[in-house]
């Protein structure tokens, strides 16, 4: 697991080589930062850290660096993107890599080198020898995206990385408010730990009063309040988005979004499938399932029907100027705490 190793790293733990592939790039890159900054101190940086884009530069004159004494320090780090050899895809360059070479680097890396492939891509090629060859050799970071179990661990562990404590009900808000990009988190977190300091924890209200909120997330929280019949809350919410000059067409678009995602949910639930699957099925994170799922054991298929076939109607009023569009998403929020959707 992605923790375990950035674990081992933080303690200066490191391994000869390492191989980064997956599409999510924000583990690849603090991946990279986590070993630049526990294998190099900064004057060492200059002289003992090189990056060779494999597209460019065959890989044997990198290896050739990863041989290289280090100057005036202990350890060299070598990182190496790019690495299509070792996919199924054509390289875009014309150059041609020595792998013979890599195999030989392989069976005896250089001790006093550290050397890093990064391979931003979905899938490699497990026909190929080299493939084979080096996620046997090398501790492997798979970046996929993480499941929620994951991601409360990583939320835990950014906060203590500034000596803070997170509760595990303001991890569950935060997810619910800023999603699950991590880049994005890794801002929010880094924020609420600067707030709470080390004499607080990091509080449900604290996550509520300072997380920046994305439109998709205000509907979200404006959508769960329609779910606990709050319509005056969800109208706040509302009042608020028409303030920071967000377009009643967009809001309307999004909230049929959530509405939509409910509906399959709760129709994908009822044909037997799992949050794995269904998330594999909407393509979407898992935890953005688990949430549609809490929120959608509040209405029944009647009302989401005739929910659905409403903000059809209004985006079809909004499009041809039938009524002012900011007073159509009022009436949909009274028509449903009333439950007359028809």
């Known amino acids: 697991m992605v923790l375990d190793i950035w674990k081992k790293i933080n303690k200066k733990q490191v391994d000869p080589v390492y191989l980064l592939y997956g599409t999510e790039a924000f583990l690849i890159n603090e991946t990279k930062q986590l070993l630049v900054d526990n294998v190099l101190d900064e004057e060492e940086k200059d002289f003992n850290f090189s990056v060779y884009d494999l597209e460019e530069t065959p890989i044997e004159a990198a290896l050739e660096d990863a041989e290289t004494f280090p100057f005036m320090g202990e350890k060299r780090l070598?990182?190496?993107?790019?690495?299509?050899?070792?996919?199924?895809?054509?390289?875009?360059?014309?150059?041609?890599?020595?792998?013979?070479?890599?195999?030989?680097?392989?069976?005896?890396?250089?001790?006093?080198?550290?050397?890093?492939?990064?391979?931003?891509?979905?899938?490699?090629?497990?026909?190929?020898?080299?493939?084979?060859?080096?996620?046997?050799?090398?501790?492997?970071?798979?970046?996929?995206?993480?499941?929620?179990?994951?991601?409360?661990?990583?939320?835990?562990?950014?906060?203590?990385?500034?000596?803070?404590?997170?509760?595990?009900?303001?991890?569950?808000?935060?997810?619910?408010?800023?999603?699950?990009?991590?880049?994005?988190?890794?801002?929010?977190?880094?924020?609420?730990a600067l707030y709470a300091g080390d004499n607080q924890p990091i509080s449900k209200d604290i996550v509520d009063r300072l997380t920046a909120r994305s439109l998709e997330q205000n509907i979200f929280s404006l959508v769960d309040k329609v779910v606990h019949r709050n319509i005056e809350a969800a109208l706040r919410i509302y009042y608020d988005l028409l303030k920071q000059n967000e377009e009643p067409i967009k809001i309307l678009a999004v909230i049929t979004g959530q509405f939509r995602l409910i509906y399959?949910?709760?129709?994908?639930?009822?044909?037997?499938?799992g949050q794995q699957q269904i998330a594999g099925t909407l393509k979407i994170h898992p935890f953005r399932v688990k949430l549609a799922a809490g929120q959608a054991g509040a209405f029944s298929d009647e009302e989401l029907t005739r929910i659905m076939k409403l903000l059809a109607d209004a985006d079809y009023q909004m499009k041809t100027g039938g009524m002012k569009k900011e007073m159509l998403i009022e009436m949909i929020l009274f028509q449903i705490k009333g439950g007359k959707t028809t």
């Open 78 to 192: 070598v990182i190496m993107q790019n690495p299509m050899f070792l996919t199924s895809e054509k390289s875009k360059g014309k150059i041609e890599h020595n792998l013979a070479k890599l195999e030989d680097y392989l069976s005896q890396p250089a001790p006093y080198s550290i050397v890093v492939f990064s391979a931003p891509y979905e899938k490699l090629d497990e026909r190929k020898k080299i493939t084979k060859e080096l996620k046997r050799k090398a501790t492997v970071v798979e970046a996929k995206k993480l499941g929620e179990h994951e991601i409360k661990a990583w939320v835990k562990e950014r906060a203590e990385l500034h000596g803070s404590v997170i509760e595990n009900d303001a991890i569950e808000l935060l997810l619910a408010l800023a999603g699950t990009n991590l880049f994005m988190l890794t801002s929010e977190i880094d924020k609420l």
């Open 264 to 273: 399959q949910v709760k129709e994908l639930a009822r044909k037997g499938y």
